[in-house]
């Protein structure tokens, strides 16, 4: 493991006693081993001729599943206080599969390094897609047997747990406009998707009470939406936006009621349902990367975040102009951290429980990432405006831990704080793994006083 010394950017500004900094990643994105599980849906899209930009799969990926010691080690020597991992699905059903998973914790605990699994990121098993997937409401309570299985065997080492991961990009990738797996281009025939996944992750809630767990959430992505104009129709596109990618996925959760009329679309019996989805949660977990520009429909297809928008969506996404931009094109702007965190804080009062930042992160080359340092500084930073402001957060994970098949893009987006070299699996950390590592140190210096 590298270990020569960063140019050490100022210090970072002060936590609360507690504060718990981690790092991420998802299974599919770095197991690799797919031969030791059942497939999912990401197997099956991947291998569509077309729908990966680099044509490959995530059959080896990082290899985690037997490199996880390695991996687990460099968590131990980034220092970080805890790990955030998904829980394969297709694994758990297949022969041995939570071994792996019992193993992985029980590294994790003697690393001094705390487990937060992630119990559904994406890769939902092809059997239950073959019966419906995400449009049918037995999935809900398939996933509630899901987790009751894993909490019964790992609930008495873990005790963070998040249920979801990003069910909006979910829904509008991969049901709605087809980009990501499983590849349903419904547009807003995709609500139910929606519906049914929050209804898993409340039947999940309760199923992990059930097994004794105390210290539950979710992982939403969420970002500020910003008008292109003061001009009445971009006002009104961004409103529609911001309530489709952030009301539709936090109201349900927080405050058990589906905004403005968006609960007649759904299926089922939505009152008692909402019952179920707004189980109370321990903290509030957000994905944040970049705030969106919205403006009215321009009747073109539209290029955003690596995929093609097309021409009949109700608003149209625009550049967010004179702010630097990752490899990935994804703008930056920290400050967009704090917008989000304080409108959370003013929107839903006392039903909004503390939160955690489950992931930040941005893409960029080169194994001396200043770029990504000063990604990760300024919203770190950013973070803690948001605190000083009176948001209760309580912590904060980087995305990633490693480089890894990122989705659609393949290969070709390096998140990690850890070069992987796809070809001989060879982990190398960066200067960003670095960086973090050595403002970790100092905040737990400055906590002892």
């Given at each position: 493991m590298a270990?020569?010394?960063?140019?050490?950017a100022p210090e970072l500004p002060g936590f609360p006693d507690g504060f718990l900094w981690g790092v991420s990643t998802s299974a599919h994105q770095i197991e690799g081993?797919?031969?030791?599980?059942?497939?999912?849906?990401?197997?099956?899209?991947?291998?569509?001729?077309?729908?990966?930009?680099?044509?490959?799969?995530?059959?080896?990926?990082?290899?985690?599943?037997?490199?996880?010691?390695?991996?687990?080690?460099?968590?131990?020597?980034?220092?970080?206080?805890?790990?955030?991992?998904?829980?394969?699905?297709?694994?758990?059903?297949?022969a041995g599969g939570l071994d792996f998973y019992d193993r992985l914790v029980d590294e994790l605990c003697a690393a001094g390094v705390r487990p937060v699994p992630t119990l559904f990121h994406w890769?939902?098993?092809t059997a239950l897609h073959d019966k419906g997937g995400w449009l049918e409401r037995d999935t809900a309570a398939r996933f509630a047997d899901h987790v009751a299985t894993v909490a019964d065997r790992l609930g008495d080492r873990v005790h963070k747990w998040i249920t979801l991961n990003e069910p909006a990009e979910h829904t509008l990738f991969g049901h709605a406009l087809g980009a990501h797996a499983p590849g349903e281009r419904l547009?807003?025939?995709?609500?139910?998707?929606?519906?049914?996944q929050l209804l898993a992750h409340g039947l999940a809630v309760r199923a992990l009470r059930a097994a004794g767990a105390a210290d539950i959430g979710i992982a939403n992505s969420h970002g500020p939406t910003w008008p292109a104009s003061p001009e009445q129709p971009d006002l009104d596109a961004a409103a529609f936006y911001d309530l489709l990618l952030n009301r539709?996925?936090?109201?349900?959760?927080?405050?058990?009621?589906?905004?403005?009329?968006?609960?007649?679309?759904?299926?089922?019996?939505?009152?008692?349902?909402?019952?179920?989805?707004?189980?109370?949660l321990d903290w509030y977990g957000v994905n944040y990367y970049a705030p969106?520009?919205?403006?009215?429909?321009?009747?073109?297809e539209i290029e955003f975040g690596g995929l093609t928008l097309p021409a009949d969506l109700p608003f149209s996404v625009q550049d967010v102009e004179d702010v630097p931009v990752t490899d990935f094109g994804w703008p930056v702007v920290p400050e967009g951290?704090?917008?989000l965190l304080t409108g959370f804080r003013d929107r839903y009062g006392d039903r909004l429980p503390p939160i955690v930042i489950t992931e930040n992160g941005c893409s960029y080359e080169g194994l001396d990432d200043q770029d990504r340092i000063a990604y990760l500084d300024g919203h770190i930073r950013a973070l803690h405006r948001a605190v000083r402001a009176g948001v209760d957060v309580r912590g904060y994970f980087v995305w990633s831990l490693l480089d890894n098949w990122e989705w659609a893009e393949g290969y070709a987006r390096r998140f990690g704080l850890v070069h992987v070299d796809y070809a001989t699996g060879k982990r190398t950390p960066k200067s960003s793994y670095r960086w973090f590592r050595d403002r970790l140190l100092a905040q737990r210096a400055r906590a002892r006083g």
């Open positions: 270990t020569d010394a960063v140019h050490p081993a797919v031969e030791e599980r059942e497939p999912s849906v990401w197997d099956v899209f991947s291998a569509e001729p077309g729908r990966i930009k680099d044509g490959s799969t995530a059959a080896v990926a990082c290899d985690h599943v037997h490199r996880h010691r390695e991996d687990v080690a460099l968590l131990a020597g980034l220092g970080v206080d805890a790990y955030r991992f998904s829980i394969s699905w297709p694994r758990v059903r297949s890769d939902l098993p547009m807003f025939d995709a609500l139910p998707a929606a519906h049914h539709l996925f936090a109201e349900p959760v927080l405050l058990g009621a589906y905004p403005d009329g968006t609960g007649d679309l759904m299926p089922g019996d939505v009152a008692a349902d909402l019952k179920v989805i707004s189980e109370p969106t520009k919205v403006g009215a429909p321009k009747g073109t951290l704090t917008e």
